[in-house]
């Protein structure tokens, strides 16, 4: 696990450089729903705000949001020449996030910064954070050795990989196309057989919230 401070730390200074970048010009918010709502409210607390929304769903086209509009994704990206924060997410661990990332980067036939909200709220963390499972990117270099202590304690290769490859997504924040890329199938013990006054709760977490 490779998650001390200096690493944690090149990587957030790298991704508030981006978010500088995207700032110091015309940007939109790829995503126009709760989540789109949480970050133009705190992009106006800090006096910024986004030329408009980019959406896809049809019916919100022409409408607007708090005085700004939302357009198509398409038409967003190009309104801004590809600086843009994506501001969707759903469960299964963000695989609805880096679908959008990735049509909005396929959008692009220039240089594009396009990042998923995350970096933006890390940037802004008084505005933003803590926000669900998304928090202090260093607490878990403060706490390697706990961290560590649960790795020890998994007993199988793919609870290992599956626990490692989480920490660091919560540290490092990079959405990639490996969160397309997980087993789905229920895990359920197939030994497991209730009768018709019998109920199975399961207390756990599905997708880490």
């Known amino acids: 696990m490779n998650f001390s401070e200096d690493a944690v730390g090149a990587c957030v200074a790298q991704q508030g450089?981006?978010?500088?970048?995207?700032?110091?010009?015309?940007?939109?918010?790829?995503?126009?729903g709760a989540l789109g709502s949480i970050a133009l409210e705190g992009l106006l607390q800090r006096g910024l705000c986004p030329i408009c929304f980019g959406d896809n769903n049809a019916q919100l086209w022409g409408k607007?949001?708090?005085?700004?509009?939302?357009?198509?994704?398409r038409e967003a990206i190009s309104q801004t020449q590809g600086h843009a924060f994506v501001t969707v997410w759903g469960a299964q661990l963000g695989r609805q996030l880096v679908t959008v990332l990735n049509q909005c980067k396929e959008l692009c036939n220039f240089?594009?910064?396009?990042?998923?909200?995350?970096?933006?709220?890390?940037?802004?963390?008084?505005?933003?954070?803590?926000?669900?499972?998304?928090?202090?990117?260093?607490?878990?270099?403060?706490n390697f050795n706990r961290c560590k202590e649960v790795f020890d304690a998994l007993a199988?290769?793919?609870?290992k990989q599956a626990y490692q490859k989480y920490i660091n997504w919560l540290a490092?924040?990079?959405?990639?196309?490996d969160m397309l890329e997980y087993d789905l199938s229920t895990y359920f013990p197939n030994f497991i057989r209730l009768s018709k006054n019998e109920r199975f709760l399961d207390c756990g977490a599905f997708d880490g919230d």
């Open 172 to 177: 490092f924040q990079e959405w990639n196309n």
């Open 156 to 159: 199988d290769n793919a609870s």
């Open 17 to 32: 450089k981006v978010v500088k970048q995207i700032l110091a010009h015309r940007f939109a918010l790829i995503g126009a």
């Open 64 to 73: 607007k949001k708090k005085g700004i509009p939302i357009l198509s994704v």
């Open 111 to 142: 240089p594009c910064n396009i990042v998923p909200f995350s970096h933006l709220f890390r940037f802004f963390p008084d505005e933003f954070l803590p926000y669900y499972c998304i928090g202090d990117p260093f607490i878990f270099a403060k």
